[in-house]
């Protein structure tokens, strides 16, 4: 958990979310949405065309780092909660908190966040 704290959190895990990640137990498993890399992104536009086309292309590059994603998942014993990536290439996952740390050190990987429950202000 160490790594966590010291390298991987400056660049891909806010400051907030590894402290409470190194407070977990190391077998606890949590919910994070892990957003991958796909690449410097085009704009869209205005035309459907050219948005579809660029979801198409997020979700295309995205697909392409999913084995190495399932690859550390399986390693720390966690799981990809989604078949694809969504149109921003972000996919939701399981895995105990240093399966979040190996995650964040991939290369794959933008950026990693908590999972968390939208609800309506009222």
């Not at 160490?2 to 190391?26: D, F």
């Not at 991958?36 to 086309?53: I, K, M, Y």
């Amino acid at each position: 958990m160490e790594r966590l704290k010291e390298e991987v959190r400056p660049a891909k895990i806010s400051r907030e979310l590894a402290a409470r990640l190194s407070r977990l137990r190391p077998e606890q498993p949590v919910r994070m949405i892990v957003m991958l890399d796909t690449g410097a992104a085009e704009p869209a536009g205005r035309s459907r065309a050219r948005r579809e086309a660029a979801v198409s292309a997020v979700r295309q590059a995205a697909d392409a780092a999913l084995p190495d994603l399932d690859e550390i998942l399986k390693r720390f014993g966690g799981r990809r909660l989604a078949a694809h990536a969504d149109a921003l290439g972000c996919v939701p996952v399981e895995a105990t908190p240093q399966g979040i740390a190996a995650l964040a050190g991939s290369e794959h990987v933008k950026a990693i966040f908590e999972d968390q429950p939208i609800s309506l202000v009222r």
